[in-house]
């Protein structure tokens, strides 16, 4: 990838918006590029040389593998979002990979202890990389509160809101969006069986709440979702 390319990725990130075009530039000599296709499998989490990523295009998700084998579908990370570590390898990394969900993906990484730099070197990054994280942080909290607190349909209708809050589209009262989950991982991050997930969709499509396909989502009426 040429410096005006990687140039251009990092100057449109919002979290780099704080940094002038010199700063950029020097930037890119630390900023390493991977490009993804659908499906394309690949370990982020590497204890001796730990980096953060930034997913620039695309959306991928974060699979943890148990001591069983099984899978569990950890988070979907989408367009602008940070993840990876920042412990400099202290923590102890679970058995994880990310898969690419969409057909162009993007990732921007940098190792830890050069970004750590970088945090010093320039304050105002510092702050707006805090509140990138707070922000991630309070997504993820809420995830975890909906899991204890709330029946499987209503886990769905906030996954559901949430993802149209982050990615939906309205046009004419109608909200869209982009699907790239089947029905097995949209049970996975809910916490439910595919089955119930399945029925749940189903009957919203029956009553004209949604329609749904491989894919696009469109929602009807969000407001019957509650």
Request: glycine letters at 6%.
């Amino acid at each position: 990838m040429s410096d005006d390319i990687k140039y251009w990725h990092l100057r449109n990130h919002k979290l780099f918006w704080v940094l002038n075009n010199s700063q950029i530039r020097q930037l890119c000599i630390l900023a390493n590029f991977k490009k993804a296709k659908k499906g394309e499998i690949f370990q982020f989490s590497d204890p001796e040389n730990p980096r953060i990523y930034f997913l620039k295009k695309g959306n991928i998700k974060i699979v943890e593998v148990d001591e069983s084998g099984n899978e569990l579908i950890v988070d979907i990370i989408q367009k602008g979002e940070i993840f990876g570590e920042l412990d400099n390898g202290l923590g102890k990394p679970g058995n994880e990979y990310a898969q690419a969900l969409t057909d162009q993906v993007v990732l921007c990484s940098f190792f830890v202890a050069d970004f750590e730099r970088l945090l010093v070197a320039y304050p105002n990054l510092a702050l707006t990389y805090t509140k990138f994280v707070g922000f991630q942080l309070k997504r993820i909290k809420n995830n975890y509160s909906n899991l204890f607190f709330k029946s499987a349909k209503q886990r769905l209708i906030s996954f559901l809101k949430d993802w149209v809050d982050r990615e939906g589209t309205q046009t004419e009262g109608r909200v869209y969006l982009k699907n790239y989950l089947t029905h097995q991982e949209i049970s996975q991050i809910i916490c439910t069986s595919r089955q119930t997930a399945t029925q749940i969709l189903n009957q919203w499509e029956s009553e004209g709440i949604l329609v749904y396909s491989r894919k696009e989502i469109i929602i009807n009426d969000l407001n019957r979702l509650n």
